[in-house]
């Protein structure tokens, strides 16, 4: 089991499009990051480096190397699948929490895990995509960003 964190703010840059759990939302901000900033790939993507022990997406893809500017997170995350399959582990279920009072994330949560789904090659039905706000409290609150957990369970493939 491995638990993954992230964390953006919102760009001051008026937008349309929000990149999260790996699909285009239509909303007025974007979040601000070396990458696309997409913080449910980025929490899933630590969650499995966690457990294949190379550490967190910042170690691996440095935000100092300009390879990586606007990156789609889709990379970081086949390269922690690329992992899990060299060391013979099997992704049983992953479980997402995101964070923010905007945008409402229900009218969104099927088709991320439809995406998630095809980008870590698991059923939707072990992919549990959650969302809370924090009470207008914290930056969160306050709508300055957005904050996502992720928790991945996995196993050895039986030879």
Not at 19 to 40: P, T
Not at 114 to 139: H, M, P, Q, R, Y
Request: proline content about 3%; charged content about 25%; overall charge positive.
């Amino acid at each position: 089991t491995g638990l993954g964190f992230d964390v953006h703010k919102f760009s001051p840059k008026p937008t349309n499009t929000l990149r999260l759990g790996g699909i285009n939302i239509k909303y007025s901000k974007k979040l601000e990051g070396h990458s696309d900033a997409d913080v449910v790939l980025h929490a899933i993507t630590d969650s499995i480096l966690g457990i294949v022990k190379e550490g967190d997406i910042g170690r691996v893809f440095s935000n100092k190397n300009p390879k990586w500017k606007n990156a789609d997170s889709k990379i970081f995350l086949d390269y922690a699948i690329a992992r899990v399959k060299q060391l013979n582990y099997i992704i049983r279920y992953i479980d997402i929490t995101i964070i923010c009072e905007e945008p409402k994330i229900s009218s969104h949560a099927n088709r991320m895990t439809k995406k998630i789904s095809e980008l870590v090659e698991i059923s939707t039905d072990n992919i549990s995509i959650k969302a809370t706000t924090t009470e207008k409290l914290g930056f969160t609150g306050k709508e300055e960003g957005i904050a996502a957990y992720a928790v991945a369970l996995l196993s050895k493939t039986v030879n």
